[in-house]
Every structure is written in structure tokens, then in C-alpha cells.
T-cell receptor, first 113, second 110 residues
Framework: EAGVAQSPRYKIIEKRQSVAFWCNPISGHATLYWYQQILGQGPKLLIQ????????DSQLPKDRFSAERLKGVDSTLKIQPAKLEDSAVYLC???????????FGPGTRLTVT | QQPVQSPQAVILREGEDAVINCSSSKALYSVHWYRQKHGEAPVFLMI?????EQKGHDKISASFNEKKQQSSLYLTASQLSYSGTYFC???????????FGKGTKLSVKP
């Protein structure tokens, strides 16, 4: 069974630029999550999708971050414009349903200079 | 409310045991445990649900005290492969939206 795929794996941008991350969850997984993990801390949930609907986006900085999950499969997370404090690893995870184990992708390491 | 994990770090010799604690100030529906090795993604270990039984596989087990809003992860006869950072994720509802603790870094030495 293929795991959660993410791209790119690394990205370096300057502040005020925009960036987009892509995630392809495990086939059949209805729930998809985007997390931000700052060095030395636990993952912080940004947004949770159930199929193509948003379940929780309470911690998503909506003035600069946006996410979508078209057709209930792939998802993209966008930051526009980026700030220095957005430097982190962005993890995508999926699960069969909200209460089951989450499978994480390899993450995208973003550096904002 | 972010759960509090203790200890922050622990160093063990192979074969020694360890306990990692996770406590929350709010009522919990479930507690999830994950292990993350340096530079890798978190890997699922186990889920403990409200009203459920103590879980375990191999030499790693966990308990969930709903009344105290606490969970503990027990690592028995530790192996080098157990090294990594352990995170608990807590959930107040049943939607799966976890709040992770800051992690406990476990180092197992030969």
C-alpha cells in the first residue's frame, strides 16, 4: 500500500513570496490533515478535511494560508505572502476516519529567508 | 489546551524500562501516541479511547486514566530502535483533531 505522498520535499523562498505544497493521501482515506511542525515542537494542526469538506480550520492563519481538497482526494496548502516565522516542516496526514490512526507523509521543509 | 508531557528527555541503556506521561487539563475522548525519528515523519504507535482497555504491542504499552485526563506510555526492555521523540496527541471530541504535546526525547544507548 502506497503511503502519503508530499511534494516538494524542500523549499526555500524569500519573505513575502508565495508557496504551495501538495499532498496525495493513502487511497480510500476520507480524512486529510495539514500540520505545521516547528523545530523542537509537536505537530500543530492547521486544517482537517473530511472528504472535500473542512472539519476544523480554527488554527489556520486565514489571512495568509489557504487550503483546498478538490474531489476529496489530493490537497494543496498555500502560503501567500510568507513570513519568516512560517519556516517549519509542513506535514500531511490521512486516516480512514477521524478517530483512527493517522499516517503521515514525509513532509515539506520550508525555509523563509 | 496543549497536553503536558513528562519527562522532556530521558536517556536509557538497552534493556532498561521507561515511562512517558501525558496529561491534559480538559476532558479527553482519546489519546494517540506517535514516535518520530530525527528527520522523519511521526509514526503511529497506538490509540486509547475513552472507556477502552489498556493497549500494547510488543514491549510498548499504554494506559489511559479518563478521570485524571492522563495517559502513560510504557517501554519495556528498551531497544536501540526505540530512540526518537514520542508525542502524545489528545482529542476532546471524536473528530480526530489532535493537539500534540511538545514531545519526550528518548535516547537508548548500547
Amino acid at each position: 500500500e502506497a503511503g502519503v505522498a508530499q511534494s516538494p520535499r524542500y523549499k526555500i523562498i524569500e519573505k513575502r513570496q508565495s508557496v504551495a505544497f501538495w499532498c496525495n493521501p493513502i487511497s480510500g482515506h476520507a480524512t486529510l490533515y495539514w500540520y505545521q511542525q516547528i523545530l523542537g515542537q509537536g505537530p500543530k494542526l492547521l486544517i482537517q478535511f473530511q472528504n472535500n469538506g473542512v472539519v476544523d480550520d480554527s488554527q489556520l492563519p486565514k489571512d495568509r494560508f489557504s487550503a483546498e481538497r478538490l474531489k476529496g482526494v489530493d490537497s494543496t496548502l498555500k502560503i501567500q505572502p510568507a513570513k519568516l516565522e512560517d519556516s517549519a516542516v509542513y506535514l500531511c496526514a490521512s486516516s480512514q476516519s477521524g478517530i483512527l490512526e493517522q499516517y503521515f507523509g514525509p513532509g515539506t521543509r520550508l525555509t523563509v529567508t | 489546551q496543549q497536553p503536558v508531557q513528562s519527562p522532556q528527555a530521558v536517556i536509557l541503556r538497552e534493556g532498561e524500562d521507561a515511562v512517558i506521561n501525558c496529561s491534559s487539563s480538559k476532558a479527553l475522548y482519546s489519546v494517540h501516541w506517535y514516535r518520530q525519528k530525527h528527520g522523519e515523519a511521526p509514526v503511529f504507535l497506538m490509540i486509547l479511547l475513552k472507556g477502552g482497555e489498556q493497549k500494547g504491542h510488543d514491549k510498548i504499552s499504554a494506559s489511559f486514566n479518563e478521570k485524571k485526563q492522563q495517559s502513560s506510555l510504557y517501554l519495556t526492555a528498551s531497544q536501540l530502535s526505540y530512540s526518537g521523540t514520542y508525542f502524545c496527541g489528545t482529542e476532546g471530541g471524536s473528530q480526530g483533531n489532535l493537539i500534540f504535546g511538545k514531545g519526550t526525547k528518548l535516547s537508548v544507548k548500547p
